[in-house]
């Protein structure tokens, strides 16, 4: 147990704008006081940052957002790291790289030498470092470097993101942990509709545009629906919307949605959708399982244990491919999805139960905070 250690969770969103980045402190917060120690979130300022910090009181986190200055693709805010010392952490977990946060993590370190942890969250795979090279570059040099040599450790979604991390940043010192999904339903029948859904950011890399044209050449029921949920910058949600509208009416895009709009969705859903091109690993296929929903996802999805267990199943990321994919889904016999749902059940259960989770994380913590009472 933590025993009443302070655990800062560094990030540049407290809100819905950090996506699941943001979703996955939510879940770290808790974990953390359910071990006995007390959470405490710092990040930067936005526009949904006081509605959403309600996410986090029931977990006992105390949430400092700070104001920022100049472009925010940067973030600087000057009164983070003033605030992080202030605090009296005895570890600080950083959730996200590429921004100011990662500065103000270094700073904290070095001045306090307590351990720092880093969860990229996926932010050192190829597909997103190959983008913008030179405004990574220039954060590299920046702030990520020193932030990067200063880790205590680094924090792997899976195995592959391990690989990504060591590759990136020279280090080695990587700990393998997933997230946590939700607890598990008790086992359902088969949805009645045949909907598919998918939910999250509305980004290039989801691959969304190349889902709806797939789905619009994919041999399907009449009353087969996809249904796209979620927030983007506006420029990516106007290229979906007028992909959407192409379309014959199947596709609905709804926005974001939250609380009990967001279940209900995935109560009817008979498939949650991800054909994404790099992923850390997304919360929204442990949300599907843990209601016990079958998961259509690429390989980029790091979750190659969907596919062993018999949750998943696998999709391709061209249009043609997707069409294929997404018709034999929908002709899937009952009897096949039941297996399926029951699979995706005992992995939320298992392997990404909060349980599992919270021991690798007490273990890692624990490990940590001893070292330095040694040294002391």
Known sequence: MLNGKRIGLLTASASRLGGGVFEAVVAHAALVRSLGGVP????????????????????GADVVTCPTVGPRQIGIAPA????????????????????????AGATWSART?????????????????????????????????????????????????????????????????PN????????????????????????????????????????????????????????????????????????????PVYGDRKQALLDAARF????????????????????????LMTAECNLEEGFTAGAALECGYDAATLASDLGSALAMPDARWLEMSAAALELAGSRFSEQSVAAMWEQTYGDALARVKAVA
């Open 40 to 59: 405490l979130v710092f990040a930067l300022d936005d526009e949904h940052a006081g509605e959403d910090r309600a996410r986090l009181a029931p977990h």
């Open 80 to 103: 983070l790291v003033p605030a992080l010392m202030a605090a009296n952490l005895d570890c600080l977990h950083l959730h996200g790289i590429w921004m100011y946060p990662s500065s």
């Open 113 to 177: 030498r307590r351990p720092y942890f880093v969860s990229p969250h996926g932010m050192l795979d190829p597909w997103i470092t190959a983008r913008g090279r030179w405004k990574k570059a220039l954060a590299r040099i920046g702030y990520e470097r020193a932030s990067w040599a200063r880790a205590t450790a680094f924090h792997g979604l899976t195995v592959r993101e391990g690989r990504d991390i060591s590759r990136e940043t020279g280090r080695h010192e990587v700990v393998v942990i």
């Open 180 to 255: 946590a999904g939700p607890a598990p339903t008790g086992p359902r029948n088969p949805p009645p509709g045949l909907d598919l859904l998918y939910i999250g950011r509305i980004h290039t890399k989801k691959n969304l545009l190349a889902l709806v044209e797939g789905w619009r050449t994919a041999t399907r029921p009449a009353n087969a629906r996809l249904t796209i949920a979620g927030w983007g910058d506006a420029e990516d949600v106007a290229a979906l919307e007028s992909a959407v509208a192409e379309g014959d009416g199947s596709v609905e895009f709804v926005g």
């Open 272 to 295: 949650v959708v991800l054909p994404s091109h790099s992923e850390g690993l997304p919360m929204a296929i442990l949300e599907a399982w843990s209601k016990g929903v079958p998961t």
